[in-house]
């Protein structure tokens, strides 16, 4: 674990995941405003007025140890959960180690940076971003681990926010819908020899996952959304990301469930 020395202005952020995309697109809104921006991640974020704490949030406590030295020296008003992963393949043949991982990632890595973060923010109130997914109202089909992942965070931040509001403490679960970004490429598909009878179906459904992701949001501008909730002296409790998502995630809750989960099927060619 490493830490550039330098001298850092008044407000800090803590970005877990800004090496790319997202978290990347938001840490260059940050740094131009001003901000003193950490990003804790596996591989470092390219932009120079970031400093970079290099760990893997679901390997050990490296990361939460980088958050708290980062608040013991410089404080912390800011802290974003942008990391996360991805699987597509049957709930019949899923590794546990796969989706364990991919839970200790998208959730319990966020759960455990909030925790590292919040003894330092309870003095001067602060906010907490959450990254989840549409994903987490919205089932994916054959990527079910992930939908549950987010929807976890989702509920999480709920809770957090009335927990630790008389603190000054502000938690927002921001919800994109697909975004152009190469987390599309990232994602572990299963092959067809271990998908059995499920392979047309799991390829198909990729497929039109990745043209759902790569069709959509660029992730500058669902870094502006999020920028505009950090601003936000009242931020909402969950957002979702675009005019176009916020429409459909309110369509999802109005529709009967089983309509929902007919048009989600036909979206992924099912």
């Known amino acids: 674990m490493s830490m550039d020395k330098i001298i850092y202005p008044e407000k800090t952020a803590v970005i877990i995941g800004a090496s790319s995309g997202i978290g990347c697109e938001t840490a260059a809104l940050l740094t ?3 901000w003193n921006v950490f990003n804790i991640s596996r591989t470092p974020c390219e932009n120079i007025k970031v400093n970079n704490i ?14 708290k030295l980062t ?7 800011l802290l974003i959960y942008c990391a996360g992963c991805s699987m597509a393949a049957p709930i019949e043949h899923a590794e546990e180690s796969d989706y364990k991982y991919l839970f200790e990632v998208n959730f319990f890595g966020a759960l455990k940076a909030v925790q590292a973060a919040v003894p ?39 809770s957090a926010c009335s927990e630790l509001k008389n603190y000054g403490i502000k938690v927002t679960a921001a919800l994109p819908g697909g975004t152009a970004t190469g987390f599309t490429f990232k994602r572990k598909v299963y092959s067809d020899e271990a998908n059995g009878a499920y392979a047309v179906k799991v390829d198909k459904a990729v497929q039109s996952l990745a043209h759902i992701e790569q ?16 601003l936000d002296e009242n931020p909402p409790v969950i957002k979702a990301c675009g005019a176009k998502n916020r429409a459909y995630r309110l369509m999802s809750r109005v529709m009967p ?8 099927e036909r979206m992924y060619r099912q």
């Not at 290099?54 to 980088?66: I, L, S, Y």
């Not at 469930?257 to 989600?264: G, H």
């Open 32 to 34: 131009k405003g001003g």
């Open 54 to 67: 290099c760990a893997d949030v679901a390997v050990g406590e490296d990361a939460f140890r980088g958050i």
């Open 71 to 77: 608040a013991e020296k410089y404080g912390i008003d």
């Open 120 to 158: 330092y923010m309870k003095k001067n109130g602060g906010k907490i971003i959450l990254v989840g997914s549409l994903g987490g109202d919205i089932p994916i089909i054959f990527d079910s681990f992930y939908s549950a992942s987010k929807a976890a965070l989702e509920m999480f931040a709920r």
């Open 215 to 230: 069709g959509g949001m660029s992730a500058k501008a669902v870094a502006m959304d999020i920028y505009k909730i950090i």
């Open 257 to 264: 469930e089983k309509l929902t989960l007919y048009m989600t």
